[in-house]
T-cell receptor, first 114, second 114 residues
Framework: SAVISQKPSRDICQRGTSLTIQCQVDSQVTMMFWYRQQPGQSLTLIATANQGSEATYESGFVIDKFPISRPNLTFSTLTVSNMSPEDSSIYLC???????????FGPGTRLTVL | ELKVEQNPLFLSMQEGKNYTIYCNYSTTSDRLYWYRQDPGKSLESLFVLLSNGAVKQEGRLMASLDTKARLSTLHITAAVHDLSATYFCAVDHDRGSTLGRLYFGRGTQLTVWP
C-alpha cells in the first residue's frame, strides 16, 4: 500500500496569513486529492490535484483560496490562503493506487486559525 | 449532487453482539470504500467494493455492495472492544476517467462495551 506523509502535522496560524501543506507519496500515483475534515465532521473533497495541469475544484472551493500544485507523480501542495477561523480543520491528502483501486490517506494536517 | 447517507450515526453495542451499518447513496456508482478512523488518527482503508454483489470479509467485519439498490452494508459479527472507532463509507463519484473523487457519509461512531 502507498505510504503518504504530510508536513506540517499541525500548525496554529493568525488570520489573514497563508499556510502551505506538503504531501509526499512513496510511489508514483496518477491521482492525488485534497480533503477537509472539520471538527467532528466527515470528509469533504476540496480538489483533485492533476499532474502537469491545474487542479479541478469541487463546488464551494476556489483556486484563489486553495491553490494546489502537483509538480510530479509523488508530490502535491495545498495552500490555504488568507485564513480565517472558519478554515480551522484537518486537511488530508490522498492518493489513488491504480493497481489495487485503493485510496490511501495521509495522516492529516491539523490547522487552527486564531 | 451525490449524497451519501449512513446510519446509524451512533452505535453502542455490547461485546459479542452483531450489528449492521448501512450506507445509501444517490447516484450510480460501482466503487465504494469503507474506512475506519480512530480518534485523532487518519483513515485506515478497510474494504474496496468494485462491482455489484461484491462481498469482502476481514475478521469480524464483512462488507457488501448492491449497486442496483445503491446500498452497501458493513456487518459486524461478535463485536469486540477493539472495533470501537468511527466507520465511514465513501462513494466514488466517477465521471468518465476521473476516478477517486470520494463522497463520504457522515460516519458511524461505534462503541463496544463489555
Amino acid at each position: 500500500s502507498a505510504v503518504i506523509s504530510q508536513k506540517p502535522s499541525r500548525d496554529i496560524c493568525q488570520r489573514g496569513t497563508s499556510l502551505t501543506i506538503q504531501c509526499q507519496v512513496d510511489s508514483q500515483v496518477t491521482m492525488m486529492f485534497w480533503y477537509r475534515q472539520q471538527p467532528g465532521q466527515s470528509l469533504t473533497l476540496i480538489a483533485t490535484a492533476n499532474q502537469g495541469s491545474e487542479a479541478t475544484y469541487e463546488s464551494g472551493f476556489v483556486i484563489d483560496k486553495f491553490p494546489i500544485s502537483r509538480p510530479n507523480l509523488t508530490f502535491s501542495t495545498l495552500t490555504v490562503s488568507n485564513m480565517s477561523p472558519e478554515d480551522s480543520s484537518i486537511y488530508l491528502c490522498s492518493a489513488l493506487e491504480d493497481r489495487y483501486n485503493e485510496q490511501f490517506f495521509g495522516p492529516g494536517t491539523r490547522l487552527t486559525v486564531l | 449532487e451525490l449524497k451519501v447517507e449512513q446510519n446509524p450515526l451512533f452505535l453502542s453495542m455490547q461485546e459479542g453482539k452483531n450489528y449492521t451499518i448501512y450506507c445509501n447513496y444517490s447516484t450510480t456508482s460501482d466503487r465504494l470504500y469503507w474506512y475506519r478512523q480512530d480518534p485523532g488518527k487518519s483513515l485506515e482503508s478497510l474494504f474496496v467494493l468494485l462491482s455489484n454483489g461484491a462481498v469482502k470479509q476481514e475478521g469480524r467485519l464483512m462488507a457488501s455492495l448492491d449497486t442496483k439498490a445503491r446500498l452497501s452494508t458493513l456487518h459486524i459479527t461478535a463485536a469486540v472492544h477493539d472495533l470501537s472507532a468511527t466507520y465511514f463509507c465513501a462513494v466514488d463519484h466517477d465521471r468518465g476517467s476521473t476516478l477517486g473523487r470520494l463522497y463520504f457519509g457522515r460516519g458511524t461512531q461505534l462503541t463496544v462495551w463489555p
